[in-house]
């Protein structure tokens, strides 16, 4: 399996815009240019965002569906460069129907051990660590 994207400098800075394979893209820049995101954080973002893709089908197929998801990252970083991620925290606050903390956890657990190639990618160089509070509908 292939993937692939695109990165293309915006001569205005410390600009750039990062396409994917199927056409989506996302800014990216320096911190003093507040304008997109930093690259680093960019990281946090996608990891959230594949464990929350796999949260959710799971718990779908589970039959109970979500009908709130936030994911909330917080990492340590090294202080000196590369500035590589240690710890990595992700806490999920979820709403539903019919939650239970096991299919959550066990959702979680999935998304982390077996489905998320982000969480497997950075596995060996950060810690990641989860938990997750279900939230009243």
Known sequence: MAANTVLRWIPEGKRFVSTDSTGHS??????????????????????????AFDVVNILTK?????????????????????????KIHMKFLLKGEGLTEKNVQQAIRLSEEKYCSVA????????????FEILES
Not at 26 to 51: H, Q, R, W, Y
Not at 62 to 86: C, G, I
């Open 120 to 131: 497997a990618t950075l596995r060996g160089v950060a810690d990641i660590s989860t938990s």
């Open 26 to 51: 996302v800014t990216l820049s320096a911190p003093d240019e507040n304008f997109g995101m930093k690259p680093s954080e960019l990281i946090l973002s996608s990891l959230a965002g594949c464990a």
């Open 62 to 86: 589970k039959q109970t569906p979500l009908s709130h998801l936030e994911v909330q990252v917080s990492a340590e970083q090294d202080e000196n460069p590369p500035w590589p991620f240690r």
